[in-house]
């Protein structure tokens, strides 16, 4: 059955826009060296699903890929890995909070065979009904696979997840509540070497909430999908609002589109590289408009003064450089 137009073509823009987010996410790790850390490998795993996502979502309504068995088994690889992802880097921020002296060498040994494991057991997971699908969503087998599926690649590791948060939090608050108390009790010159540890486990769970909001937008976006998947396996699509299963993809897809946000707008790590990315653009920009550029032999504290003729306008600019930041300062002068 062809989609309606009006469903397919925002579909097709949110797909699209999923599809370059999560690509400037896997750019900024791997364009920058202080960013490639175990949990941003953990993201990077992350935002290949989502750009899956996006692809999945793109083919099927807006260029009209209608097999519904490769549909099937790419949905099935999105929420399966996107689920064992959100878990691992779960996993990855509980450790960093609960273990930090173990955290490196854990992560070291563990974090390839993690990643490998949730990728190989998502693709066998999704191709395993092809086995025995014909068209007959009611079978005995799919109906047991769909249970064992949704409770232990989704259900069971969102338990772990509520309860590797809830654990994250009284933590921290032990200890903020612990360290407030002793820097209370001795002197400035102490007090100042014992924020240090304070302000590394506040850091850590300040990404743990990070990954949290990931996790809750995941589950928000995928329940109509498990909701209506477990209706058909019962028996009882038929009772299911026709407008959920309208939306649905939409909340997938919007879901995908909210993951990069919440790393940029909360992640410190993303939210300076993120900024640092949109200077390099807005300065790759005004190279690309300048007609003219030459140094004078006048100088503006005691930095180099330069002299860009663009249009009718005359923009003067002095570029102060840092070790790791390019700041730019303009004004502009009628001819």
């Keep these: ?32 060296r202080h960013m490639r850390t175990y949990t941003n490998g953990f993201v990077v795993s992350l935002a290949s699903s989502d750009i899956l996502t ?20 790419a949905y099935a690889v999105v929420l399966i890995s996107g689920a064992a992802n959100i878990t691992s880097v779960t996993l990855d921020r ?36 092809l086995g025995w699908y014909a068209g007959n969503i009611t079978e ?14 989704v259900i069971t590791p969102y338990f772990f997840v509520l309860f590797a948060n809830i654990r994250i939090y009284c933590i921290v608050r032990k200890s903020v509540k612990r360290e407030k108390k002793t820097l209370s009790s001795v002197s400035q010159e102490q007090s100042s ?51 959920l299963v309208t939306l649905s993809p939409f909340f997938i897809v919007i879901g995908s589109l909210a993951n990069p946000l919440i790393y940029s707008f909360m992640k410190p790590d993303f939210k300076i590289a993120s900024r640092a990315l949109l200077c390099k653009i807005r300065l790759v920009g005004l ?9 004078p032999a006048k100088s503006l504290n005691g930095k180099p003064l330069v002299t860009i003729v663009a249009g009718t306008k005359l923009e003067t600019a002095s570029i102060l450089k840092t070790e790791n930041t390019c700041i730019l300062k303009t004004e502009m002068v009628e001819v």
């Design 1 to 32: 059955m062809e989609t309606p137009i009006e469903i397919a073509v925002p579909l097709g823009i949110f797909s699209f826009l999923v599809i370059i987010e999560n690509s400037v996410v896997l750019y900024l790790v791997l364009a920058n």
């Design 54 to 73: 996006g692809l999945v979502i793109f083919c099927q309504y807006l260029i009209g890929f209608q097999n519904a068995a490769v549909i099937n088994v």
């Design 94 to 129: 509980y450790l960093a909070i609960t273990k930090p002296f173990k955290y490196t060498d854990l992560m070291r040994k563990y974090f390839k065979y993690i990643t490998f494991i949730t990728w190989t057991t998502s693709i066998l997971l999704a191709v395993l009904p």
């Design 140 to 153: 005995v087998f799919h109906k047991v696979y769909v249970f064992i599926t949704i409770g232990l690649g």
């Design 193 to 243: 070497r014992r924020r240090a540890p304070l302000k590394i486990i506040v850091s850590e769970a300040k990404v743990a909430r990070v990954f949290a909001c990931t996790a809750l937008a995941f589950a928000i976006s995928w329940f109509p999908v498990l909701y209506y998947t477990i209706a058909a396996v019962l028996g009882s699509f038929n009772s299911v609002p026709n407008i």
């Design 287 to 295: 190279k690309r408009d300048m007609c003219v550029a030459y140094t």
